[in-house]
């Protein structure tokens, strides 16, 4: 056991080396610029500083750096699991005391790509966590101790089922049956910890499955949207077409397709004006009839156009298929889920042993 003296030399070079771990990130970061284009990296490197100051306002600095890193290698975690099954996301976004997060610019496939994504921020972070708790251990560092506990249990919080947490996500690809243990968990957690936080998340988390499976019924319902297209016709009333007046109605054919990224398109055809025109639909859809209601008549530098409006009739897409999941990756990423679950429970209590650390 060493002695006072040696100890705390010991936890001055542990947070040398959690100042330098922090700078050399910062002067590293001509070489990760070099990877990424600085438009991209430029944002999160200022909300990771601006939540460093955040946090440092109510924590000791050191603590706050270390926390941002922590959360940095959890997002990190993701970025990573993203990348290897060609999913493309953004970089990390820090929000004070809200946490961090990435946005897919695509999105899963399945639940078993989802659940891939998600497993990344857990797995990276809890290494992460424990290469702190190991380094709290060998320095006798009351700090690192105390970052390697919130670190397991940041890490251990995000396993809840409930989403959109990773725990949720992860649960798309084992059963959503745990989206009901997350539901009745929750609330336990949210007594305990006594967050305003999770209390927003559990609510909206119910709010969702009240949606998807209280009120299902009413996605199989018509609804209607209204979108615009502009059509010249300046060259038709030059040639001597007869252009339709503002109260012609009419149904119109039309065609819908999807990219590569599921964004799906509305194409109509309006014949007689030789015209066909795209838009976007907000969700994916079955479209039941497209139908003119009205035509504006618009005089703009290039001649006469017409604002048609047009009534769309449909019903939401539910791709139940998304949730199926081969029965051998269920039991696999259940396993993993659980050990991951356990082994991060394990290892706060050996923080909470070893470091005499508690929440």
Excluded at 113 to 135: C, D, K, Q, T
Excluded at 180 to 191: A, D
Excluded at 352 to 357: A, E, I, L, M, P
């Amino acid at each position: 056991m060493p002695q006072p003296n040696e100890s705390k030399n010991k936890t001055s070079t542990g947070l040398k080396w959690l100042g330098g771990g922090a700078a050399m990130l910062l002067l590293k970061g001509k070489a990760i610029i070099s990877l990424l284009k600085l438009g991209k990296i430029a944002g999160p490197l200022i909300s990771m500083m601006f939540s460093i100051w955040a946090y440092a306002l109510i924590y000791p600095w050191q603590f706050a750096i270390g926390f941002v890193l922590l959360l940095f290698v959890h997002e990190l975690g993701h970025v990573i699991a993203a990348k290897r099954i060609g999913l493309p996301v953004s970089a990390p976004l820090f929000i004070p005391f809200l946490g961090a997060l990435i946005t897919m610019k695509k999105q899963p496939l399945d639940a078993k790509m989802e659940a891939y994504v998600a497993f990344g921020g857990p797995v990276l972070g809890s290494a992460g966590a424990a290469v702190v708790f190991a380094f709290a251990y060998y320095y006798h560092s009351p700090l690192l101790y105390s970052l390697a506990y919130v670190g397991f249990l940041l890490n251990l919080i995000n396993l809840l089922p409930i989403h959109p947490l990773d725990g949720g996500r992860i649960a798309t690809a084992v059963t959503r049956w745990l989206w009901l243990v997350g539901l009745v968990g929750g609330l336990g957690v949210i007594i305990y910890m006594k967050s305003i936080l999770f209390l927003v998340i559990w609510v909206l988390f119910a709010y969702d499955l009240y949606k998807k499976y209280i009120s299902r019924k009413k996605n199989s319902q018509m609804r209607t949207l209204l979108l615009r297209f502009l059509i010249p016709v300046e060259h038709l009333r030059e040639q001597g077409y007869l252009i339709p007046g503002p109260e012609h109605t009419r149904e119109l054919p039309f065609t819908t397709y999807s990219d590569l990224d599921r964004q799906q398109y509305l194409g109509i055809r309006y014949e007689s004006l030789d015209y066909y025109g795209t838009a976007r639909l907000p969700v994916q859809s079955i479209i039941e009839k497209v139908k003119l209601t009205r035509l504006e008549h618009i005089t703009e530098e290039t001649g006469l156009h017409l604002n048609a409006l047009c009534e769309v009739q449909y019903t939401v897409f539910e791709n139940d298929k998304y949730y199926d999941v081969p029965a051998s990756y269920r039991w696999k990423y259940g396993a993993a889920y659980a050990v991951l679950a356990g082994s991060i429970g394990y290892l706060m209590y050996l923080v909470h042993v070893v470091g005499n650390v508690n929440l």
